[in-house]
C-alpha cells in the first residue's frame, strides 16, 4: 500500500521533533505520545490511533504493540490496502534508530511484498534528521551506526531460516505456507536485553488459512490479537456528502440479504451504496484511503471476499466445498514413502492440452485410511512426456488409473503410446460434482474419538493444497448456489482429479460388494472386478 505524504509547511517543526528525542538517547521513547510525535515527525503522516468500530485498535496501536514489547508475540488483522506493511515499515525505522545492537528480520509472504516493505523503510531512514546514521543499507540489508541492523526477507522455508534477531515482522502470512509458518515461530531470540517478540501481519484471505487458525487458538498460542478494518483507514466523511442531522435507516444484512435491521446513519448516507456496510461510520474515521476508491472496491467485490479483506472479519465457510478440510494438521502429513506390498494403489488424472495435466498417487492403507502421498502436475507436454514423468515416478503396483470420462482422445492417446513401457489404460472415472464432493468430505471429517479423519495428504502436494483452500461455491445476492466460484476457473484441476479418483474407487468397491439378485439365489460372494483387489485377499 503506498501512503501519499503531503510536503507539511511546518517542516521545521518536524525536524526539531526528531532531533530532540534523537538527543534524549536510547530511552527517548517512553510513552505512547512520544512515539506518535516520532512517527509524525518522521513520516508527516497522521496514523490512525482512533478504532471507529467496538473492539477494533488501529494501526497506531501495533506501531506501539511492537515498539513497546509486552513479551507476547502479536497477531494483526488489518484490510487488504490497509496501511499494515507501511506500518510495519515505520515500526522497523523507529527500533533501528531508537534501540541500538536491535535486530530485525522483516518478511514478506513473496517478493514484491518484501521489496515494497524494504523500500518504505529506507525511505524513512533517508529523513534528513537521521539520514547519516545509516552505514549500509544494500541488498535488502541496512546497518546503523550503532549496531542496529535490519534485514528484509521473502517468505520461504529458506528465507526464514536466517539469523535469530530479537524481533521478526512477518507480512501476509496468509499467504505463507503452514510450514513456512512453523519455521517463522522459531527465529525470534532476545538478547543484548531486547525480548524477542514476532508479528505476523495479514488480511484473512482463507476460511482455513493460517490468520483463521491463529484466531482461533490466540489463547492458546500466547497471541495479542490486534485489529483495524477499513474504517479506521479511511478518511473522514465530511458533512458535505454526508449531511449534519442523523437519521434511521432499514438495511440488508450482508450475511443474508434476506434479512434486514435497523441503523442510525445521516440524512444523506441513504444515497450512497456503502450504507449497508459503512452504516455511517466513517463520520469518525481519521485515515487516508478516499472514501471512492473504498466505494468502487465494494460495487466490485463479493460479500464474503469485501467482509474477509476489508471488514477484517473471518471467512466464513459456507461457500466452501470441503469446510472440514484445513491446510495443516490433522489433515496435512509429513512426506512418506508408502510401504512397498501393502494395502491398494491407484491414480487419477485430470488432462489439459494448455491448461495443467494433474496426476494425482493414492495408497489406501491395510486400516482402510486414503492418502495422497504425491501429485504430478505438467503442461505444455507430449503426452508420452507426461506419461513417462508419471509411470517412471513411482515403482508401485497402481490398480486403476482413473480419468475424465469426457476426455475419451486423451485416454485413446495414453494406450496408445509407441513406447509400450509407458502406455497407461484410463478408467473412466464417476463424474457428478456434488455426490463426489459429498463422499471426500466423508472422508475428511474428523473422527470425534480418534480426533482424526479417514484421508489424509503430504505436504509434497503444494497444488492441490493451494487449490483446495480456495475451492468454493458462486455466491449471487447472498445465496450459495451449486456453481463454482469464477475465481476457481482453471484453478480446481486438481479437486477434479481428487474426486474422479476417490469418488470412483469407492462406488467400485460398493459395487463389488454388492451382490445381485443371482448372485444372492446361488450365495456366492461376489468378487472383485478386474484386477482391483479387496485389502482382505491381500
Known amino acids: 500500500m503506498s501512503v501519499a505524504i503531503d510536503k507539511p509547511s511546518d517542516e521545521a517543526v518536524r525536524l526539531a521533533v526528531v532531533d530532540h528525542f534523537l538527543r534524549k538517547g536510547k530511552n527517548g521513547i517512553a510513552t505512547r505520545d512520544d512515539l506518535y510525535r516520532v512517527a509524525f515527525g518522521l513520516t508527516g503522516v497522521k496514523i490512525p490511533f482512533q478504532p471507529v468500530c467496538q473492539d477494533h485498535q488501529t ?32 515500526a522497523n525505522a523507529a527500533d533501528l534508530v531508537w534501540k541500538p545492537k536491535i535486530e530485525i528480520a522483516s518478511v514478506g509472504a513473496i517478493d514484491k511484498q518484501a521489496k515494497r516493505c524494504y523500500r518504505y523503510t529506507t525511505q524513512i531512514l533517508a529523513y534528513p534528521a537521521i539520514a547519516d546514521m545509516m552505514v549500509r543499507s544494500v541488498m535488502e540489508m541496512t546497518e546503523m551506526n550503532h549496531g542496529a541492523t535490519y534485514e528484509q526477507l521473502v517468505g520461504t522455508i529458506n528465507g526464514v531460516n536466517s539469523p535469530h534477531p530479537q524481533k521478526v515482522r512477518a507480512d501476509e502470512v496468509d499467504l505463507m505456507g503452514s510450514e513456512v509458518l512453523e519455521e517463522l515461530q522459531m527465529v525470534a531470540q532476545g ?69 434486514e435491521y435497523r441503523t442510525k446513519a445521516w440524512e444523506r448516507c441513504g444515497e450512497c451504496v456503502l450504507l449497508h456496510s459503512c452504516r455511517g461510520d466513517l463520520a469518525f474515521s481519521t485515515g487516508w484511503i478516499p472514501i471512492v476508491d473504498t466505494i468502487k472496491e465494494f460495487k466490485k467485490l463479493d460479500p464474503d471476499t469485501w467482509q474477509s479483506q476489508k471488514e477484517c472479519r473471518q471467512v466464513t465457510k459456507k461457500a466452501q466445498f470441503y469446510p472440514e478440510w484445513f491446510d495443516g494438521a490433522p489433515h496435512v502429513i509429513p512426506d512418506f514413502s508408502p510401504p512397498v506390498g501393502e494395502g491398494i494403489y ?42 513417462r514423468s508419471v509411470v517412471t515416478r513411482w515403482d508401485r503396483d497402481f490398480v486403476r488409473d482413473y480419468s475424465d470420462p469426457a476426455a475419451a482422445q486423451e485416454a485413446h492417446e495414453y494406450a496408445n503410446l509407441k513406447d509400450a513401457r ?45 487449490e483446495k483452500k480456495g475451492y468454493r461455491r458462486k455466491i449471487m445476492n447472498g445465496v450459495v448456489t451449486d456453481d463454482v466460484d469464477p475465481s476457481c476457473r482453471n484453478k480446481d484441476h486438481s479437486m477434479d482429479t481428487e474426486r474422479y479418483g476417490v469418488a470412483s474407487f469407492i462406488k467400485e468397491q460398493e459395487k463389488d460388494e454388492r451382490p445381485s439378485r443371482r448372485r444372492a439365489m446361488r450365495k456366492r460372494p461376489s468378487r472383485p472386478r478386474g484386477s482391483l483387489r479387496s485389502l482382505e485377499s491381500l
Not at 456528502?241 to 434476506?258: A, E, F, L, S
Open 59 to 90: 494501526p497506531f496501536d501495533y506501531l506501539a504493540a511492537s515498539y513497546f514489547e509486552s513479551g507476547n508475540d502479536l497477531l494483526v488483522s488489518g484490510p487488504r490496502g490497509g496501511g499494515k506493511t507501511w506500518t510495519t515499515a515505520v
Open 191 to 259: 538478547k543484548n536485553g531486547i525480548p524477542s517478540t514476532t508479528s505476523m501481519i495479514s488480511s484473512i484471505k482463507f476460511a482455513d488459512g493460517n490468520m483463521s487458525r491463529m484466531i482461533d487458538n490466540v489463547g492458546e498460542m500466547g497471541l495479542t490479537a490486534l485489529t483495524w478494518c477499513y474504517k479506521e483507514v479511511s478518511e473522514p466523511c465530511g458533512i458535505e456528502r454526508r449531511g449534519k442531522k442523523r437519521k434511521w435507516y432499514i438495511v440488508k444484512d450482508m450475511d443474508n440479504p434476506k434479512r
Open 346 to 387: 491407484f491414480r487419477s488424472w485430470d488432462h489439459g492440452a494448455s491448461s495443467l495435466t494433474v496426476c494425482q498417487f493414492w495408497w489406501i492403507s491395510p486400516e482402510w485410511n486414503y492418502y495422497l502421498f504425491d501429485e504430478y502436475v505438467g503442461a505444455n507436454l507430449l503426452f508420452e512426456e507426461h506419461a
Open 422 to 466: 509407458y502406455r497407461v489404460h484410463m478408467t473412466k472415472a464417476f463424474n457428478p460434482r456434488e455426490s463426489g464432493v459429498r463422499i471426500v468430505r466423508g472422508l475428511e471429517k474428523v473422527d470425534p474419538v480418534s480426533g482424526k479423519p479417514q484421508k489424509f495428504v503430504c505436504k509434497r502436494c503444494h497444488n492441490y493444497r493451494g
